[in-house]
């Protein structure tokens, strides 16, 4: 016998609060830190500063929630109460931070929301991240399941991407307009997507003593070298992205000449892209391993990334395919490491025989955040040479046009390269973790 596999239907339900978080997902890096820079008026170097600041706070938030929903019980289950008491807190922050803003306000105003923002972000993610590791304890069912979860990021950036293209080219608005309409789809999505999964996804439960130990049980999982090596590589891989995410209208703006639109519908493409890719990774990740397969991916990104963002502006067709094979390995990082994280956590249970899931994902949250926080330095390093995105064409110098593309280019490609290296020797396999199972279940006295 064996754990049953979710069909289809359940999956989806499953992966249905990933399209409002994806869209938080895709705004924190790319719209919002623009955004406030252009349309609210505050300079580069503050939108740098206290987007890191909020981040930094908000690492410290993750251990905290992964450590309380380890010692969730209830009836509901150990994560569905923690998806429920996201939501209000992200529907509020999603209105104040796209909507109720207007030029002029304070950086005070971008630091207070934006803590809130990141809390309730924090604790949906985390809680849907822990729900998918008791879906599918299986090595390659468990793939699946971030499969699922991926395919709805993905479908969620593709969304809230199009949204403000699409304000604009009909006419309903401008920029500032489209991005206040991505907060209201979020506000709206949020209770719909999650009350669904709330309803119709069931929730098993590892057997298991409470944790214990505090900071030192926290500590005592670095020691380990699975989590040493994720941890490692998902500091590169999400440094890598979010440089491109953060220079993006930049980058395609001032060097390769293309409006505001036309960069938006090549980070479409390049999402589109990750849909196809995201079934190539999973069928991957089941011939040769979740490293391997991590690892594979990783060097493929580097090479068509730096092929893509190469080619001379003028060409928007050419631009457009380019973007397409770039974005093909797009999924492969999130879904893998966190499958990767999953299986870690099971080796950890046997070893210890308490379930410390929340409290590892938290971990792996907080390299991604800190990624996120250091993709964040470029702007200040922009600023420091001189570059100013709102200056009129031909303003800024040609110093300052060659630091954008060296960050834009080179060291994301130099990121990715290094993750693969990172992943070399990585310990848990296939048979290691169908070994960890077959423990777990005769030990649980669950179906072998």
Known sequence: MTAPRRSNAVLAAFSGPCLPLAAFGVALPVT?????????????GVVAAVFMAVRLIDIAFD???????????????????????????????????????????PPAYLFAWLLVLYLGFSIGTLAQLGWASVLAPQYDQRSRVYGWWQIFNIIGVILILVLPTVVIQTGLGDYADGVRIMGWAIVAALPLTFGLAFLAVPEPVNPG????????????????KTVRKLLAADLLLGV?????????????????????????????VYFVAGLFGAPIWTWLAVRIGKDRALAVSSLIFAAAYVGATLLPGGNFVLSLAAMFVAGLPYAANLLLLRAMMADAGDEVRLETG??????????????????????LVPYALLQAVGFRPDAMQGGNSPQALLALQVLFIA????????????????????????????ALDARDGAPA
């Open 32 to 44: 919002l830190p623009e955004f406030y820079a252009t349309h609210v008026g505050l300079e580069l």
């Open 63 to 105: 251990p905290f929630i992964g450590w309380g929903m380890d010692r969730t019980r209830t009836r509901l289950g150990r994560y569905r109460p923690w998806i429920a008491a996201s939501v209000p807190i992200l529907m509020l922050a999603a209105l104040m931070m796209f909507v109720m803003v207007g030029p002029g306000a």
């Open 209 to 224: 003593a409470p944790p214990h130990g505090g900071v030192s049980a926290y500590l005592a999982l670095f020691r380990l």
């Open 240 to 268: 890598a992205p979010g440089i491109t995410g953060a220079l993006v209208f930049f980058f395609f703006g001032w060097i390769k000449g293309y409006g505001h639109a036309e960069a938006s519908l090549l980070m479409l």
């Open 354 to 375: 308490v379930d410390r899931t929340g409290l590892m994902f938290s971990i792996l949250s907080a390299t991604t955040k800190l990624g996120h926080v250091f993709a």
């Open 411 to 438: 060291v994301p490609a130099v990121l990715m390269v290094a993750a693969a290296w990172v992943l070399r020797g990585y310990p848990l396999t296939p048979a290691r973790h169908d070994a960890i199972r077959a």
